[in-house]
């Protein structure tokens, strides 16, 4: 079974750390959180790195690739995008443990951590179960393989002599060169969902990954079975669609809601007040593509990001409000570079926020601290309004 392109849920640390002097902090005031985009996974490899300096010129926080068997690989990925762009933090989303030696992805890890020192986020899960079993890499206890897998690259990037026989996971006295062990950690993430799984990202981890449908119900959920006796770091998938007409937002955002009726995604729905009528739903219908057509709008607007700007912004503070500490939004459509102008009218601030006070980057220890909002508006190289301008005359085969 095809799943979509987010990260499958089930572990993920982000070790806190101070961002990169440079990094943005005039976001508008509906956001409370970082924004990202998603690569898409089949996006023509010639449009990858425009894509990459488009995201990081239209001003989002981070840019997420993805790692599905068949397509393309994470950290090689990664490592194009940084080094064809300066300031956007690039996350791996997600790596499968069971996939990599752990000491051969502590390599690689800290490889790109030393080369752009402050833009790395690396995402570890169990993978999807099928696409693990059909390449021969299912492990026997997928629990206990993650925490030691994330244990043992967590201790070498710091520098650590690793022994380690667990679950899987069999070093003997391994460590870094030092020339080798990044000045400045990586955060590690992993994308979890299950209850055991997240339980464990909270007590071993410092953040976790939630695959799309992200709502802030399940944001909500997800944070109590997290229970982290720290800070911890939440990021959240999200098929998203922006237009001035809502409906036809709504009609783009469907198909990439196909999935989630199948049953992987039932701990995304349970929180939420409708998610017997989409099993109801889901049981009545031939397949994921008919599920996503009968979907009730109201439905739709509440599994994704679907509307127009101020619509969007609005469920991207609730999400804020639930926990979310960030958003990566996933394109959809046909034409991913042009819907990227379409997310960028997100950053466009509501009137009703002007004046509040927002919150800088975040601290040493994953807080952040509220600041006056002195910058004024933030400054752009194409307006939000000349952006959607763009964008209609793209949809009418006309040029802005």
């Not at 392109?5 to 640390?13: A, F």
């Not at 999935?259 to 929180?271: F, I, M, S």
């Amino acid at each position: 079974m095809p799943p979509p392109q987010g990260p499958t849920p089930d572990l993920q640390q982000d070790l806190q750390q101070d961002l990169p002097p440079d990094r943005p902090q005039d976001r508008p005031q509906h956001l409370r959180h970082d924004l990202a985009v998603l690569l898409p996974r089949d996006l023509p490899a010639a449009d990858v790195l425009t894509y990459a300096r488009r995201a990081e010129g239209l001003g989002f926080d981070e840019l997420w690739v993805v790692e599905d068997l068949g397509f393309r690989g994470g950290v090689a990925q990664a490592a194009a995008v940084l080094a064809a762009t300066t300031r956007i933090r690039v996350g791996v989303g997600i790596l499968p443990a069971a996939a990599r030696n752990a000491a051969f992805a502590a390599m690689e890890v800290a490889t790109l951590a030393a080369l752009f020192p402050g833009r790395v986020d690396v995402g570890v899960g169990h993978g999807m179960p099928g696409w693990m079993r059909s390449a021969g890499a299912w492990p026997a206890r997928p629990l206990g393989l993650l925490e030691a897998w994330t244990t043992a690259v967590r201790d070498l990037l710091a520098g650590r002599t690793v022994t380690l026989h667990a679950a899987g996971v069999d070093l003997d006295a391994v460590a870094l060169d030092p020339s080798a062990v990044p000045a400045v950690a990586p955060r590690l993430l992993a994308g979890v969902r299950g209850p055991r799984s997240l339980a464990l990202a909270g007590r071993v981890l410092d953040g976790t990954v939630l695959a799309e449908p992200v709502t802030p119900e399940y944001v909500g959920a997800a944070r109590e079975q997290i229970a982290a006796p720290g800070p911890h770091r939440v990021v959240g998938y999200h098929v998203t669609s922006v237009d001035e007409d809502a409906a036809r937002a709504l009609a783009a955002a469907r198909p990439g809601l196909r999935w989630v009726g199948e049953p992987d995604w039932a701990p995304h729905l349970a929180p939420l007040p409708f998610a017997d009528g989409l099993a109801e739903l889901r049981a009545e219908v031939d397949g994921p593509e008919a599920f996503a057509r009968r979907m009730p709008d109201a439905w739709v607007r509440q599994l994704a990001l679907a509307g127009t700007p101020s619509d969007v912004r609005a469920r991207l503070s609730a999400l804020s409000a639930a926990g979310l500490d960030c958003s990566v939004l996933m394109p959809v459509g046909d034409d991913p570079l042009g819907a990227l102008e379409d997310l960028a009218t997100l950053r466009e601030p509501l009137a009703a926020d002007a004046g509040r006070p927002r919150l800088s980057r975040p601290g040493p220890d994953g807080t952040r601290e509220r600041e006056a909002d002195e910058s004024g508006p933030r400054r752009r190289s194409t307006p939000p309004t000349a952006l959607r301008g763009q964008a209609a005359a793209r949809r009418r085969g006309g040029q802005a």
